[in-house]
């Protein structure tokens, strides 16, 4: 039968070797994609792929539901991998006037030199509310494909991704590296969302708040039939690690990625200056609303793919690359009441409750207040009507109050001077606009949110163990501080009633928790430091810190070091490390000066392994090495130089010292070269530093 011509094929024998096809496919794609110990050639694979497809052209009423040509992937088993993206996936800063754009021009121009006549040709492009994602192609087929994740790790989504049409399972035309990684975005129409909707509405299922959120669950469910089921598309947008390629342009790159098979959005444009880019965001910005897909606002990318080399990143985004965000839609509704939050960092956050009111196709009844300031500033009172909008379309803020709308009965606000939760004084320390809580560990509105913090997705990430969970086992006394949560098990086996015999546990249920809190027994370092909710310890300078110290030994050294003595080297090195100010410091030092803070980590310590901080992945003759620039340069930029340096693994200080390794020094260079000098550390110029990187 595999050798008969389709078109002698009778209707019963086409049945049967479509049958064999989908079988023998399916084989095949098990063997390369989950086991990588392909049994055929790419040859004789594309072969059965095209008799299927002629076969199915011959015979439409035979196509089967389970045909290679639906490309309906195999159902994941469990919860998704973890995939460590070889280039993080960075997030993109934000500009949200037309001078923003001209600084971020303006930016370009001074840290690559550039005079003021010389053109900076940017692309322009819609940016798509929808799932960035990163696709890994092996020799022309589609091998891994991730969602962004933090930036440094993402989920495998790989058998859910091929049931999307737009994105190939193998690359057609020429030309492609045998490993490139292409970046995109998946996104839902505005048409199929709202059929989507009705059908789950009608079902009984859930009904998605908007096209991303339809987007993002359709990707990433377990059943890879339900993601096939649902209208998925892509846009590709860029690309990530692919090395040996030699594009010159943005441009050119993706006019390749068309002719190799992606769908690019054809409103893409390249624009000369920042009059053509400004003129093209008020074309989009006029076209958003007849467009078939969620834009939030216009990305600038720098053209010129050699500058976009010099240019680099810092920590959360590229420096050649900016988004321009539309103006956030807004509403009007009543203010009902105002409530206090009280966060993981005892910040009292007031919260606008609203008369419910649909902005920008969300549902609001919460708006952000922000301090005690914003409320004096707005003049607002309980029972105004406001103005509220959604910022960058996503987080609601009360803009102004309409008050020749108020009415007899508006109630002034008094802002409280003591914690609601705990009762203990609530300040505000020096010009900080913040009022906190002064009760620290005592108060349970922080623990619970420091230990909710702890256990989030850029923490510990442990499955099964929410809000609602922690405050349950904090209400019954199972946990109270980090280290608990990794004793759990153990309390539960003396505890009056056990979590399997809890409403909605059981004994599967606790099983899976423990298992998954035991998973989390060990961690990088980044990870751990940001986990313990240090006031400016976000993720960024978690990771600087990390980058820094490389062990946790050496950074309990440094910082104790540092309490003790403000004057001693530790003290000196912490404030060079580029990107930590002074006030990230004595935060720092704050916290560990507490002495329930420290026994909280050395609790903690003695239940968990943390890990070493993964060195940067290229390898350099600067990688781990700390380099001080001195004198002017000459050549490049002082900030082009210290991102180069960054890139290639190395960190940069501010000052001269006996961990040293490396001094650029150019004309001009003074005492920190006499310094170096003393110190016998190694001293190069300019043209020595450019032979060293390359």
């Given at each position: 039968?595999?050798?008969?011509p ?10 049967q ?23 055929i ?9 095209a ?11 035979l ?6 040509s ?18 993080p996936?960075?997030?993109l800063d ?5 001078e ?6 303006g930016r ?15 692309t322009?492009?819609?940016k798509?509310?929808g ?29 859910n ?22 970046r ?10 709202l059929?989507?909707?009705?059908a789950?509405?009608?079902a ?7 096209p ?22 892509f ?7 692919t ?10 790159v ?12 054809p ?7 920042l ?15 007849s467009?078939d ?17 010099r ?7 590229p ?6 965000k539309?103006?956030?839609e ?8 105002i409530?206090i ?23 609001v ?12 500033r ?38 409280p001077d003591?914690c ?16 906190r809580?002064?009760g ?6 922080q ?17 099964g ?37 809890r ?9 899976n928790?423990?298992n ?9 370092l ?9 006031r400016?310890?976000g993720q960024?300078n ?11 030994d ?15 080297a530790?003290?000196?090195d ?17 916290f ?16 968990i ?29 002082r900030?082009?130089?210290k991102?180069?340096?960054?890139a ?7 000052s ?8 650029v ?17 190694k001293?190069i ?7 060293m990187?390359?």
């Amino acid at each position: 039968m595999a050798q008969k011509p389709v078109e002698e094929l009778s209707e019963q024998e086409a049945a049967q070797e479509l049958e064999r096809l989908a079988s023998e496919i399916a084989e095949h794609d098990r063997r390369y994609h989950s086991e990588d110990a392909p049994v055929i050639t790419d040859a004789d694979y594309d072969a059965l792929r095209a008799r299927n497809n002629e076969v199915e052209a011959r015979f439409p009423a035979l196509i089967r539901s389970d045909s290679p040509s639906r490309k309906v992937g195999a159902v994941p088993s469990g919860r998704f991998s973890k995939v460590r993206h070889t280039r993080p996936m960075l997030s993109l800063d934000n500009a949200f006037s037309d001078e923003d754009v001209a600084d971020f021009i303006g930016r370009v121009r001074r840290f690559l030199g550039l005079g003021n006549d010389e053109p900076v040709a940017l692309t322009a492009e819609p940016k798509i509310d929808g799932l960035s994602l990163s696709l890994r192609y092996e020799r022309g087929r589609l091998k891994v494909a991730a969602t962004r994740g933090d930036g440094q790790t993402g989920e495998d989504v790989t058998s859910n991704v091929r049931t999307i049409g737009d994105i190939p399972d193998r690359l057609t035309g020429s030309g492609w590296p045998d490993m490139m990684e292409i970046r995109g975005e998946v996104y839902m129409g505005k048409a199929d969302f709202l059929a989507l909707n009705e059908a789950q509405a009608e079902a009984g299922g859930k009904v998605f708040a908007n096209p991303r959120n339809a987007a993002a669950g359709s990707l990433r469910q377990l059943d890879a039939a339900i993601t096939a089921a649902r209208p998925l598309k892509f846009f590709a947008w860029g690309w990530g690690e692919t090395p040996g390629s030699d594009f010159a342009t943005q441009m050119s790159v993706l006019e390749t990625l068309e002719a190799w098979g992606f769908i690019t959005n054809p409103l893409i444009t390249l624009t000369q200056n920042l009059n053509e880019a400004l003129r093209h965001y008020r074309l989009i910005e006029e076209q958003r609303a007849s467009l078939d897909y969620d834009i939030d606002g216009v990305v600038y990318k720098v053209d010129r793919l050699d500058w976009q080399d010099r240019l680099g990143m810092v920590s959360r985004a590229p420096r050649w690359a900016i988004a321009h965000k539309f103006p956030a839609e807004k509403a009007q509704t009543i203010l009902k009441d105002i409530e206090i939050q009280v966060g993981r960092t005892g910040a009292l956050t007031p919260v606008a409750k609203l008369e419910p009111v649909t902005v920008g196709g969300v549902v609001v009844s919460n708006a952000s207040l922000h301090n005690e300031d914003e409320i004096e500033r707005l003049g607002v009172m309980i029972g105004d009507t406001v103005i509220i909008q959604r910022a960058g379309d996503v987080i609601p803020q009360i803009v102004s109050v309409l008050k020749e709308k108020r009415p007899l009965d508006a109630v002034p606000y008094t802002f409280p001077d003591h914690c609601p939760a705990c009762g203990s004084a609530a300040l505000r320390e020096g010009d900080d606009v913040v009022v906190r809580c002064t009760g620290g560990l005592i108060c349970p509105a922080q623990r619970v949110e420091r230990l909710r913090h702890f256990v989030s997705r850029d923490a510990f990430d442990i499955e099964g163990l929410g809000e609602k969970q922690i405050k349950a086992f904090w209400d019954d006394g199972l946990i109270e501080s980090p280290a608990d949560i990794f004793k759990l098990q153990r309390r539960n086996a003396d505890a009056e009633t056990r979590i399997e015999d809890r409403e909605g546990w059981g004994e599967l249920s606790a099983r899976n928790l423990f298992n998954a809190i035991n998973q989390r027994r060990s961690i990088s370092l980044d990870r751990f430091l940001y986990a313990l909710g240090i006031r400016h310890i976000g993720q960024t300078n978690a990771r600087l810190l990390a980058r820094s110290y490389l062990t946790l030994d050496d950074f309990l050294w440094a910082v104790t070091e540092a309490v003790n003595d403000p004057e001693s080297a530790a003290h000196a090195d912490l404030l060079n490390i580029d990107g930590i100010g002074p006030k990230v410091v004595e935060t720092l030092l704050d916290f560990f000066r507490e002495e329930h803070n420290l026994a909280v980590v050395q609790d903690l310590i003695g239940q968990i392994t943390v890990e070493d901080f993964e060195k940067p992945l290229e390898t350099s003759p600067v990688a781990g090495k700390t380099i001080v620039f001195t004198g002017s340069l000459e050549k490049m930029s002082r900030a082009e130089a210290k991102a180069r340096a960054e890139a290639m693994g190395a960190r940069v200080s501010g000052s001269v010292s006996a961990k040293t390794d490396l001094v650029v020094a150019g004309p001009g260079a003074g005492a920190k070269l006499k310094k170096a000098s003393d110190l016998g550390v190694k001293v190069i110029d300019e043209d020595g530093w450019l032979t060293m990187t390359g």
